[in-house]
């Protein structure tokens, strides 16, 4: 079936470093691609997503592009800030569901 | 104003007893579900709803009974908790019919501790 592999965590940066998150996919149809997040104590909210290949999805400074070629859809930021801890879901469509990662886990030291 | 809302936030028990736990929103969405997520994060789809319609039902054990008065609503019974029970639960809501476009709203969580 079809499913969502990302890096394992924690992935521990200092602020202003620059962040990657991988994701992988494998799907048998065109998914939708999503990071989703989750701050502690908190439940998951959308962070960004794409419909097709080659969209690229941003907000608050972070970015993910949907390639179709590699089948991923890596999550990046350019400088990270303390505030971004939190865990970070790839996500995809599947079956009128969403199929989530097991979650990457994020610190950022002042 | 507070999206979707899930009652209790915590919840302590004991193996055995029965509990339940409320979501309602106010988005005017047609679909909710409820997903369990476990000590290491991982988050797995348990049910979904649309128009108080079962549209998915993955493999959950019966002692879990979701119920949808409505379509603002979605209920979760659990019968005879287990220790393997205790997780956070998260209720969600989509706009779209019987399924969705991929943009869900979480709840808070409910944490659920089976002693």
């Known amino acids: 079936g079809d499913s969502v592999t990302q890096m394992e965590g924690p992935v521990t940066l200092s602020e202003e470093a620059f962040l990657t998150i991988n994701c992988t996919y494998t799907?048998?149809?065109?998914?939708?691609l999503f990071w989703y997040v989750q701050y502690p104590g908190e439940g998951l909210q959308l962070l960004l997503k794409?419909?097709?290949?080659?969209d690229k999805g941003s907000n608050k400074g972070f970015e993910a592009t949907y390639r179709k070629e590699t089948t991923s859809f890596h999550l990046e930021k350019g400088s990270v800030q303390v505030s971004d801890s939190a865990v970070y879901f790839c996500?995809?469509?599947?079956?009128?569901?969403?199929?989530f990662g097991k979650g990457t886990r994020l610190h950022i030291l002042p | 104003d507070t999206a979707v809302s899930q009652t209790p936030k915590y919840l302590v028990t004991q193996m055995g007893n029965d509990k339940s736990i409320k979501c309602e929103q106010n988005?005017?969405?047609?679909?909710m579900y409820w997903y369990k997520q476990d000590s290491k994060k991982f988050l797995k789809i348990m049910f979904s709803?649309?128009?108080?319609?079962?549209?998915i039902n993955e493999t959950v054990p019966n002692r879990f009974s979701p119920k949808s008065p409505d379509k603002a609503h979605l209920n979760l019974h659990i019968n005879s908790l287990e220790l393997g029970d205790s997780a956070v639960y998260f209720c969600?809501?989509?706009?779209?019919?019987?399924?969705?476009?991929?943009?869900?709203?979480f709840g808070e969580g409910s944490r659920l501790t089976v002693l």
């Open positions: 969600a809501s989509s706009q779209g019919d019987r399924g969705t476009t991929g943009e869900l709203f």
């Open positions: 799907a048998t149809g065109y998914p939708s």
């Open positions: 794409a419909t097709k290949a080659d």
């Open positions: 996500a995809l469509t599947s079956d009128n569901k969403i199929i």
């Open positions: 988005l005017g969405h047609d679909t």
């Open positions: 709803y649309n128009n108080k319609e079962l549209i």
